[in-house]
């Protein structure tokens, strides 16, 4: 392959000059070059090495369907692997690398796979590493040598500096492509005044007409359409956008490379922009994809699609070959190579068809090429370059009927006819039809809001595209009138892409999927071990799974496996597709929304008067909360430590405000919450509050909180901070599908009260005083609620404990949340009341035994808490049959226990649990979800569940923290460490 740029020609700057780098190596290029375009323009045939046997690779494409030129982009935090070459646009100090090689390109120790080619066909890993073996000692022995030599590119592990957006936009039609077919529908809907939005993938509009030589009639008409389009203000062009995705009700996802085509984005500018389009409907004028031949050697660098060798031709005046074979069973490729011919290069077409039309044949001689109907390419001879064909009579199965001849060469250029771009249509309706005539699937030309137009529906001349093109878009104004070459694929087209000997073999390897090297051989062994549906063929030998997704291979496979077991290609199937079409980076999806902006940060209304006064803050789920307030550079030990056991003595403010709350009002309020909960709330009296468990429908607990009775037909539900949303979307989910007919509101209110829970043996004092409300243990016993007012606000009082001490939670309207804080503040002072944390609340809940989200992580029953006796045995509930299984009642499942560490240092939560004396081995007996060190206790404890937990107190176990690699002893005891008998509570 000698490829070089031309003096003249091409759709590129050649007023401007700038220097990429490539393994180190400088290349001229001018803007409006790709990398592609550039690297042949210096000579540089070898891009890549393929994925299996570190084959070389050269370009096959010119486009988006590129498989083998997979290199790595820019260095540092910018770093980019697996970027087509033929969709990169060149920058003045672009460095790009080739990939999946070492030491280098040039030689890539790896090629010695391709000795052993013998043992790597399709399902090696499941014969030579699992197979022969019992168990699967040796492969996980080998799974990690396997997995080191997986993947094609290298990430960066740094973050990534460039931002990216997000834009939804609505429109009456989306039109996709912008070749002439679809910019013929957009000037037809610009036209009638329809909102119109036109998206392209490349820099430029023109698609296939941009592959036609400079000054030709086409470029007069795209000159004025373009024009055109630019003065109508209803049309939005996207260039260097692809739609990826296709969804229901008209939904479409697309990708904007904003400044991709520059070392670094532009300051306020995003690098990519994540465009989510709902229209009205949808033109699709996506082209096709050339189809590749099979023939042994037909990777060889210098081998490539005939219509990419036209595009570097006229559009980047590179001519990639002075002597060319051209390989075809259709009309396409002749106009490419008379323009080969008049560029100064030695032609000869071998076509697998014996009769060639008329026209075509004297078109061809008249520019001095060598002609040969009846003749295919059967073998490629090169290692790293191509360096001559051999070429043999064929019949009209593509079987060698004569003697091979050698033709010497440099470039193969190759026509095995044309795939329509059919993937967004499908995402959207499935299976397309089938064409026998042109040897290929299309989809239907209108199917719903669809209208697909020019080579996606196989048109057959330019002209049949732009009309087509006009009436999707309304048929508004002048028919276009443009007339192409009369070259159309399909019209004689002989559908046979594989060139083998007579008895049916290849002279060596000949290829299917490029970059995961795929031989024929491989669906042959697949159709012989039984692998025969399309979607198992796809998976057993990888074929079409490879980053271009089979745009080049995934006919040729399936045309092989009819040809095998003796069917027809729709009866074989097509594989399934789905979205992104082309990759899309995770960062253009996430947008903004990760770190501190996945989801707005929630502040309570007493947040500020936490900071200025020295908490330190921790995130809870969604919610910034005060987690722990150090006096004289205290650490997070000593300060909970003190705070825990200052509640205990005195008195504690925290601000619980986090707490979900929910309005569930409603005659049917009651018979709601008796169903939702596992214990009774129907009867429950106005002005009582009850402590509730929920499960999900499978057996396990959902949540747990308490619930107050406001009125005969209202309720006020809290719920854990975590579960909040969860809870409220599961009851609303209830409510209009399982329980239509309950009469019932559920409302969010956890943003229109603060909640400040005050615990402490003098924490009814400071209430009494600061409310001069009486509540005694006789006016306000534990588990009621009662009407209060501060500063003239008027708040709800419950009486209830999550710390195990005397204890009661107040509602405040939210605005009003600091400032009766301040207030209960200065009320506390002669009660030495002092603000606690999340780390002290944790350690007097574990203390008390109460449970927590840490317990209610989704594998744990109300018999593994501890928590059967809620469950009334009167009514159903969500979850109560389930919760019997035999599963769930096994009674070796882990259950809650308390555990005292014995030694100075605490136990971590997630460490495992063992016997004393057993073997440290497998998942254990249980597991610590929760500990502390107890300042009531003085020793470290924690929450466990622990296999036959209660028959098991007093026995001493090992404790297991594998990560940190540290072990304890712990003695088994009841979970309620502090007052079990709630004492102190109740007082």
């Known amino acids: ?94 460095t790009s690398t080739s990939q999946n090689v070492w030491p280098s390109l040039q030689f890539d120790v790896g090629a010695i796979n391709g000795l052993l080619s013998r043992f790597f066909g399709a399902g090696f890993y499941y014969k030579t590493f699992i197979g022969p073996f019992s168990g699967t000692k040796f492969w996980m022995l080998c799974e990690g040598f396997i997995r080191r030599a997986a993947g094609m590119g290298r990430a960066t592990t740094f973050p990534d500096p460039d931002h990216y957006e997000k834009i939804n936009a609505f429109c009456d039609v989306l039109i996709v492509g912008a070749g002439p077919a679809g910019i013929a529908a957009a000037l037809a809907a610009g036209r009638r005044g329809d909102n119109v939005i036109l998206v392209e993938q490349d820099r430029d509009l023109g698609g296939s007409l941009l592959s036609e030589a400079v000054g030709a009639p086409s470029d007069g008409w795209l000159t004025q359409a373009l024009a055109e389009l630019d003065d109508l203000p209803n ?83 590179v001519l990639t070959g002075e002597r060319i074979v051209v390989a075809t069973n259709n009309d396409s490729a002749y106009t490419a190579a008379i323009e080969l011919a008049n560029s100064g290069a030695k032609v000869t077409i071998c076509d697998l068809r014996r009769e060639i039309p008329a026209q075509l044949g004297a078109n061809a001689k008249n520019a001095g090429i060598d002609l040969r109907p009846g003749q295919a390419v059967l073998k490629v001879v090169g290692g790293k370059s191509v360096k001559a064909a051999y070429v043999v009579s064929v019949n009209p199965e593509g079987k060698a009927t004569g003697s091979r001849v050698r033709i010497a060469c440099d470039l193969v250029a190759v026509s095995g006819g044309w795939v329509p771009t059919l993937h967004l249509w499908s995402q959207r309706f499935g299976k397309p039809q089938y064409d026998k005539e042109l040897d290929t699937f299309l989809p239907s030309v209108e199917k719903g809001a669809f209208t697909c137009v020019g080579s996606l529906v196989g048109s057959p001349s330019l002209r049949d595209s732009l009309l087509q093109g006009h009436k999707a ?119 903004h929304d990760h770190g501190l902006h996945l989801r707005p940060t929630r502040l309570s209304t007493i947040h500020d008067w936490h900071k200025e006064n020295g908490a330190e803050m921790m995130d809870a789920g969604v919610w910034l909360r005060p987690w722990y307030y150090p006096v004289n550079g205290e650490s997070i030990n000593e300060a909970y430590v003190r705070e825990a056991a200052h509640v205990r003595e005195h008195a504690g403010i925290v601000d619980v405000s ?78 209009q599908t399982a329980w239509r007919d309950l009469k019932v509101h559920v409302t969010s209110v956890t943003d229109q009260w603060a909640a400040i829970a005050i615990a402490g043996p003098k924490s009814r004092r400071v209430l009494m005083d600061i409310t001069g409300a009486d509540l005694s243990r006789e006016a306000l016993p534990n588990n009621h609620f009662t009407l209060v007012t501060i500063d003239d606000v008027p708040c709800r009082l419950h009486r209830m404990s999550f710390s195990g001490e005397l204890a009661y939670e107040l509602y405040v ?68 049959v389930l919760r019997k299984r035999a599963l769930l009642e096994d009674p070796l499942r882990p259950c809650l226990v308390g555990l005292e560490i014995m030694g100075d240092a605490g ?49 001493t176990i090992q404790v297991v923290d594998f ?25």
Request: charge should be positive.
């Open 963 to 987: 990560v940190g690699n540290q072990s304890w002893q712990a003695k088994v005891v009841s979970h309620h460490f502090f007052d079990p008998e709630g004492h102190r509570q109740n007082g």
């Open 907 to 955: 136990a971590r939560a997630g460490s495992l649990l063992y016997a004393l004396n057993a073997p440290t081995k497998g998942h254990g007996e249980g597991w610590v979800s929760a500990t502390t060190y107890s300042p009531a206790l003085k020793k470290n404890i924690a929450l466990a569940l622990l296999s036959r937990g209660p028959q098991r107190f007093g026995e």
């Open 658 to 735: 986090t707490l979900g709350k929910i309005a569930v009002q409603g005659p049917d309020a009651g018979e709601f919450l008796n169903r939702v909960y596992v214990n009774g709330f129907k009867t429950l009296p106005v002005g009582r509050l009850r402590y509730g468990i929920m499960l999900r429908e499978d057996g396990f607990v959902f949540d747990d909180g308490a619930t107050a009775r406001i009125g005969e037909n209202e309720f006020f539900m809290s719920t854990t901070t975590a579960n909040a949303a969860k809870v409220l979307a599961w009851a609303e989910h209830l409510l």
């Open 473 to 591: 878009g309304g048929g508004t104004g002048k028919e276009p009138a443009l007339f192409g070459h009369a070259d159309f694929w399909g019209r004689n087209l002989l559908p046979v892409a594989v060139i083998t000997r007579a008895n049916g073999s290849t002279p060596g390897k000949a290829f299917v999927d490029f970059q995961h090297d795929v031989k024929l051989a491989d669906i042959d062994q697949a159709h012989l071990e039984g692998y025969v549906s399309v979607e198992h063929l796809k998976r057993y030998t990888t074929s079409g799974m490879a980053a271009d997704q089979g745009k080049t291979s995934n006919l040729n496979a399936l045309a092989r496996m009819a040809e095998l077991r003796g069917l027809t290609i729709p009866n074989v199937g097509t594989t399934t597709f789905r979205p992104p079409y082309t990759p899309v980076a995770i960062g253009a999806i996430v947008g």
């Open 235 to 317: 049309v939005r062009v996207l260039t260097r956008t692809t739609a990826f995705g296709a969804y229901d009700c008209e939904v479409f996802g697309l990708v904007e490379r904003v400044q991709d085509h520059v070392l670094a984005p532009d300051e306020g500018k995003p690098r990519q922009r994540y465009w989510v389009v709902r229209t009205k409907r949808a033109v699709l004028a996506t082209g096709a994809i050339e189809r590749p031949m099979v023939f042994a050697g037909n990777d060889v660098p210098g081998v490539m699609l005939i219509s990419a060798v036209r595009s570097y031709l006229n559009r980047y005046a």
């Open 813 to 880: 309207p939210a605005k009003r949340g600091r400032e009766i804080w301040e207030a209960l503040i200065a009320a506390g002072v002669p009660y030495n009341l002092k603000p606690y944390g999340l780390e002290a609340m944790g350690a007097l809940r574990i203390e008390k035994g109460h449970i927590a989200g840490s317990e209610i992580e989704g594998r744990t029953t109300m018999k593994d808490l501890g928590l059967e006796g809620f469950a009334s045995s009167k009514k159903p509930f969500v979850g109560s």
């Open 1 to 94: 392959m000698t490829a070089r740029r031309l003096a003249t020609g091409g759709r590129i700057n050649r007023s401007l000059s700038f220097t990429v780098q490539f393994d180190g190596r400088p290349n001229r290029a001018h803007p409006g070059d790709t990398l592609a375009s550039a690297l042949l323009a210096n000579g540089q045939q070898l891009v890549g090495r393929s994925f299996k046997y570190h084959r070389p690779r050269g370009l096959v494409s010119a486009g988006v369907e590129e498989t083998n030129a997979l290199v790595h982009l820019r260095e540092g935090d910018r770093h980019e692997p697996n970027a087509q070459a033929t969709m990169v646009e060149v920058f003045d100090g672009l």
